[in-house]
């Protein structure tokens, strides 16, 4: 891949963006598109993959959108940027290598803005470290700050990332994010004390994720 389209919506409504990526995904399979990335918020909503169990959905009972990605249940709304790259991947096919793209070009956006982050073996997206242990009652777990939910159908990639800018995270404690009981979500505004908008960080998202996408070796 040599060129990236972008395209930054602005905040579009889950199933609308569900069908524009399937548009986008149908042209690039036929060649009568180009590798696009959709960058947007969403009105607040929960979206399922394939392997969300019953136990982690809302508890609630408020409705969920079930979707044909990887991964299990999450939330997006504002305050959120969601990043879909539907673009053709290198052939042989390699998802876990494009999953590491995109975790790479989010922790180099989290680390511009001053929080350091990590992967975690076996998990995907990007996360912060536990705290040390010690005397402070206010010890956080593993947490994470992007989510990433691919699918890859006909060497073309769907879904892609959520990285929590300055989201209500109270919306987490409904469900069993991604289906990791033992874990947190942050984000960078909960990190940093500071409120951190989409805006301020849209700019380096697109610059680092077209940066990994178009130094993937050409199809």
Not at 5 to 11: D, H, L, P, S, Y
Not at 77 to 92: F, K, M, N, T
Not at 101 to 114: K, S
Request: aromatic share 4%; glycine share 10%.
């Amino acid at each position: 891949m040599t060129e990236l389209q972008v395209v930054r919506a602005g905040t579009v409504p889950y199933e609308e963006a569900w069908a524009r990526q399937r548009e986008l995904h149908a042209a690039r399979v036929a060649g009568e598109g180009p590798d696009t990335l959709l960058l947007l918020e969403h009105p607040s909503v929960y979206t399922a993959g394939r392997r969300t169990e019953p136990h982690e959905r809302p508890f609630d009972g408020t409705p969920v959108v079930d979707v044909d990605r990887g991964g299990k249940i999450t939330w997006h709304g504002p305050g959120q940027l969601v990043g879909y790259p539907i673009v053709a991947l290198p052939d042989p096919v390699d998802v876990v290598a494009h999953v590491r793209r995109l975790e790479d070009a989010l922790m180099e956006v989290c680390a511009g803005v001053g929080v350091q982050t990590q992967r975690v073996e076996g998990r995907s997206g990007v996360w912060l470290a536990a705290d040390e242990p010690g005397p402070d009652s206010r010890f956080r777990p593993e947490r994470k700050i992007a989510a990433i939910g691919v699918r890859v159908a006909r060497g073309v990639t769907m879904h892609g990332f959520a990285l929590n800018c300055d989201p209500d995270l109270a919306a987490f404690g409904a469900i069993v994010p991604c289906g990791i009981a033992d874990a947190g979500v942050t984000s960078l505004s909960a990190e940093l004390g500071r409120d951190v908008p989409v805006a301020e960080v849209v700019d380096a998202v697109e610059a680092a994720v077209r940066r990994v996408l178009t130094l993937a070796p050409a199809v």
